[in-house]
């Protein structure tokens, strides 16, 4: 397949996992919120539920960063916020932190970087189905509040948080010190076998190399796409999948 490698700014921009919405929804109701505030720590009833299961890697792995969002919860129950504005204020309140371990993990050994792709992967696979726009707006930053998604996917964007969680600590702990991690035009070829390998399309391909495809396309397109692009890449050796995860996470 013959590519044009210009088309690699276009081919990021539409897979990056960038800043998403640290903040994956729960069922559970005004009155559990409210029922676990009287247990006097509604964040640690919270880190129980499969949903929320970041917060447990937040809390054992950064309790200084659990403790102000614990804290900073139990303020905002307190003024008698509901449940979706709680959980806003958290997404609020944690992405500073959340954007400091996404520059963080840049440094984490080849297989955790891995990892989180794998886990970004299975977010992405999951909106596909579930609500494709939602899909792209996740992975350009945001999501509408009102957005109602299934649990499992809720689970899923909370396995991928815990990931970027544990992949800064990888970082930390066995850091890497890597020279120019820039895709090079084989990288990209390699990239697109990848992509064929899991059965990518013509389609597909040219929608990557043209921007006006790309523009035109539907929020399902551009998701699909997107999930190809990530399952591509995971399709490679670990060395070159973690090269493609560190463009991904600029």
Known sequence: MKIQFSALALMLSLVACQKVDDSPKSPLSDKKVSESH??????????????????????????????????????????????????????????????????????????????????????????????PKACNDVFKGGLDPATTLPDATWKKMSDATAQLLLTARAAKESPVVRGDVSLTQEDVRTWYQGMQSIGAGVDTFAFLNDPALKAAATPSEKCRVRVQMMKGALALPEQLAAKITLNILK
Do not use: C
Request: negative net charge; aromatic residues 6%; without cysteine.
């Open 38 to 131: 009287t247990n006097s720590s509604m964040v640690s009833t919270l880190a129980k539920d499969p949903q929320f299961g970041w917060l447990a890697v937040l809390r054992d792995n950064y309790p200084s960063e659990f403790s102000e969002v614990e804290d900073e919860m139990r303020n905002i129950i307190d003024r008698g916020a509901d449940l979706n504005a709680s959980k806003l204020a958290m997404a609020s309140l944690v992405k500073p932190f959340m954007d400091a371990h996404r520059i963080a993990a840049r440094g984490a050994p080849d297989a955790d970087l891995v990892a989180y792709l794998r886990k970004n992967t299975a977010v992405a696979e999951a909106l596909l189905k579930s609500d």
